[in-house]
């Protein structure tokens, strides 16, 4: 998951990470709901700073 932020630190959006190539934002690509986006690369929007988050195991 990506959140992106402004320049104040405040995060405004979280992303799905789907798939990575060498790890630039053109090789980082995205899903999310808001705008019924799959697979656009992460260069795409436009932002101030991201922060990578990694999530690990799930309940069933």
Do not use: C, W
């Not at 019924?36 to 069933?60: C, M, N, T, W």
């Amino acid at each position: 998951m990506v959140q992106l932020g402004d320049a104040s630190n405040r995060f405004y959006h979280s992303l799905f990470v789907l798939s990575t190539g060498n790890f630039t934002y053109n090789e980082i690509f995205i899903a999310t709901h808001s705008v019924d986006v799959y697979s656009k690369p992460l260069a795409a929007y436009k932002f101030h700073q991201a922060r990578f988050l990694h999530i690990e195991g799930a309940r069933v």
